[in-house]
């Protein structure tokens, strides 16, 4: 008898069947790893406007500061606000200025609140949504630190 040298490992496939399952057991983990980061990302873009919403409306912190109360389309334009960098910013006001101009005349008279559990929650709420980190900050920083390390 030659002594033949053992195949290394005894868990790859050794028939077409072997392979197919296989791959479809690796496109099953690969599928449900991007389904749960799609969902991961809906939930999150669903979750922002809830907490504004929620924050603005049911807890009343615009009518706190002496604010109005916010529709859908009001309720979405603070959110991509409160989540967008300065460019942004600058767009959202500009398009806000050119569509209603008589907005920014100052309607009510805005102060801070007075100090309570629910205007600390609903600031708390607003301050979250606020503090999503956008990608540019994030790669600039990495950049940075990299930099600093060597």
């Known amino acids: 008898m030659k002594n033949r040298p053992r195949r290394p490992s005894s868990f790859l496939p050794h028939t077409p069947v072997g392979w197919a399952l296989a791959a479809l057991g690796l496109g ?47 309720i979405l334009l603070l959110t991509l606000f409160l989540v967008s960098g300065l460019v942004a910013r600058l ?34 709420l607003l301050l979250a949504v606020a503090a999503v980190p956008s990608r540019h900050r994030a790669t600039t920083r990495s950049r940075s630190d990299r930099h600093v390390q060597r």
């Open 28 to 74: 099953a983990f690969v599928a449900g790893a991007t389904t749960l980061l799609v969902l991961v990302a809906v939930l999150a873009f669903a979750l922002a406007p809830l907490a504004v919403w929620c924050a603005w409306n049911v807890l009343d912190f615009a009518g706190a500061i002496g604010a109005p109360e916010l529709g859908l389309g009001g």
């Open 91 to 124: 767009a959202i006001a500009a398009i806000v200025a050119l569509v209603d101009p008589g907005w920014l005349h100052g309607s009510a008279r805005l102060h801070w609140p007075q100090a309570s559990l629910r205007a600390f929650v609903a600031l708390a």
